[in-house]
């Protein structure tokens, strides 16, 4: 993209640029270290005193520590090396899928140290109920991590359904039957709680963990299917945060109707329903396994079904290609799991319907279903590192459970 | 979007940010002059007197112009009204369309100060023969701007096809004719030369100029069909600079061949040809004045073929609706003029395939075919409101003409 953005004067201030320089400190400890100090100030172009006394501070407020000499390998003086703390401030990723609840805490190096899940068939049940029982997972692991000495810095919950921007509020997900859910009235963090679409949490855990290059369209599946657009490292979420709704772009103008109103759109050739039903198949819980099962076997109707949502999926993002111009497409969520027998209709139809010199990469994602909790989990110790200042002190104090 | 972005350290130091502080002086005056400096220091939250400051730079640099004590409306002291300056840079914005070339001269106040055209129909003729009559504009409208004192301090070219991202390179132009075009060995600008997408060039200037919030898609016709994505203000160029293809996004998957190996791409109903041709008609030139012409007179095959072209628009753009969640869709270039009898179809399709709490406003380019020419002179000028700094004293130098 082009064109400068402009931070507010307010931000050029000492302690705005303090602010700043303290984050850029945590990020590059996470994306190289352990370094010593001189390694830091070395890659951030800042002074050595400069960079201590940030240290310092990083160290003071538990987010950084100090492991101590490290072996001297390059000239000079060995530094004290310094990593991101491992008791420091942890996030914690929750999820609400169509067929399970999960929770997670993550530290800020990235180790997940707590995990519960539980089995269960949300669809057309009380929100308040599922709610309560994701409740009860968070707490688990917040217990857990708090046992080990971690801070709960906040909570980031998955849903599969579309989430009005800045809020908490699921404007509908579908698969469960939800309609302007408010889950900040269900889940008791205050401020510490964020909630997002599954499909953009899945595309960050790529884009954080898979070092996905930072343009790519994520293409997920549960029931329905969602995707994110990532653009210059930063999720594309549009004007209401309905952005990706790849499920409901038009394939066949003129054909199935699709309860969202439209005709022909993807869902009704790509969607598990659409699947299912193609393949001459009925399934309870996660239909992906079956369908793959089956395929594998040479199940001749689960294969076309296959073939053709390949198509599909060929098509819809064919035009997504020539509107976006990702660097690459990933396959994640249930989809991972099918590419072998989706890729190669899939394929064919992108090469063809977009220019040579402009064909994106199609990767599977290695992350599958697990992509959306780490991606909750993540995005709270993102705002850690971006912001190390709001959770010196009393930062277990915003996480309020 | 989501996420911050980090500036480097070496941002922070005194001279980046003095660079910016000048840059935001400048937008402020831009945006909401005249201004008193006591008005900029209030809007941007520096002080009065690091405001005079930066002003006397700017003044001195030419940028900025002291209109003398301006009348006292408000509380306190009248002050000296600041304005941008009508004798400082101005920025060259040039054409090169299917069958006219054009420049125009723009000052910092955004007033055309120059304008130069030629109807030809540039189809098939040799790139350099064409860009040497374009340099024989561009060399007028800059002779004439420096006769009323403008330093122009740099040149952007529009062009009707894909532009390699952050080069001079016309990757292909098939209207034209021509394929790997690097206009910067043809055009003696060197580094203040810069070359864009006609499209792009046109939804800048909605941005800038006509006050468009900055996320909408801007879609445009001259005989294919381009289109730009803004998000929060920025163009999105894609990774090779390909974005905003949709005269290449599906419409019906095993409709007519595509030229681009596709097949019912959104081109071969809504393009000019396409168009032409479901009316029975041919024209030389630009025909959207005589099928505007058949359409109002009557003419049943004219009202078919622009309502089957608005039925195609609307599918291709309800696929980007979902994908992209944009505040506005605004249609420009020659579709500006035919939109009375593109709209109710392209509507309806609009209206049936995307969420009712998610459809754009759909609006109609008041500056039409005008739009990529005044979007080419304005990128100059953003430039130089940008970075301030890189046009003081040797501005000048920088356009090499």
Redesign the interface.
């Known amino acids: 993209?082009?064109?400068?953005?402009?931070?507010?004067?307010?931000e050029?201030t000492q302690q705005g640029?303090r602010r700043?320089?303290l984050?850029?400190v945590l990020?590059t400890v996470a994306d190289h270290g352990p370094l010593s100090r001189a390694a830091v100030a070395g890659r951030?172009?800042?002074t050595r005193a400069a960079v201590s006394s940030l240290v310092d501070e990083l160290i003071r407020t538990g987010l950084l520590t100090d492991l101590g000499l490290e072996q001297s390998g390059t000239v000079g003086r060995p530094g004290s090396a310094l990593s991101l703390s491992d008791r420091g401030p942890c996030g914690i990723g929750a999820e609400v899928g169509v067929d399970h609840l999960a929770a997670v805490a993550v530290d800020l190096r990235g180790r997940v140290r707590a995990r519960a899940t539980a089995e269960v068939d949300n669809r057309g049940r009380p929100a308040g109920t599922v709610l309560a029982e994701l409740a009860a997972l968070i707490d688990r692991v917040g217990g857990t991590a708090r046992a080990e000495g971690l801070r709960p810095a906040g909570v980031a919950v998955a849903v599969p359904g579309l989430v009005a921007r800045d809020t908490h509020t699921v404007?509908r997900a579908p698969n469960l039957g939800w309609r302007e859910v408010d889950l900040g009235a269900h889940l008791p963090y205050g401020p510490a709680l964020t909630v997002d679409n599954e499909a953009n949490l899945g595309a960050l855990a790529e884009l954080w963990l898979e070092g996905v290059p930072g343009?790519f369209v994520h293409v997920s599946a549960e029931i329905g299917i969602g995707?994110a657009?990532v653009?210059e490292?930063?999720?594309?979420?549009?004007?209401?945060?309905?952005?990706?709704?790849?499920?409901?772009?038009?394939?066949?103008?003129e054909g199935p109707r699709c309860p969202?109103?439209?005709?022909g759109?993807l869902e009704q050739y790509a969607g598990e329903e659409a699947l299912l039903r193609a393949a001459g198949l009925t399934a309870k819980g996660r239909p992906e396994g079956l369908l793959r099962a089956r395929a594998d076997e040479g199940d001749p109707a689960a294969r076309r079904a296959l073939r053709a949502a390949g198509t599909a999926l060929g098509?819809?993002l064919?035009?997504?290609v020539?509107?976006?111009?990702?660097?690459a497409i990933v396959l994640g969520g249930s989809l991972a799991r099918l590419a072998p027998w989706l890729l190669p209709s899939l394929e064919r139809?992108l090469t063809?319907?977009?220019?040579?010199?402009?064909t994106?990469a199609l990767t599977v994602s290695r992350l599958g279903t697990e992509g959306p909790l780490l991606g909750a989990a993540h995005s709270v110790i993102?705002t850690v590192l971006?912001d190390p200042t709001g959770h010196r002190g009393g930062a277990s104090t915003r996480y309020s459970s």
Chains 1, 2 share one sequence.
């Open positions: 993209m082009s064109g400068p953005r402009r931070p507010p004067a307010a050029n640029i700043r320089n984050s850029l990020h951030i172009g800042l404007v343009d995707a657009v653009v490292g930063r999720l594309l979420r549009g004007t209401h945060g309905f952005a990706g709704e790849l499920g409901h772009v038009p394939v066949r103008p969202c109103g439209g005709r759109c098509i819809a064919a035009g997504t020539n509107l976006l111009d990702p660097r139809e063809r319907r977009t220019p040579q010199d402009g994106p993102r971006d």
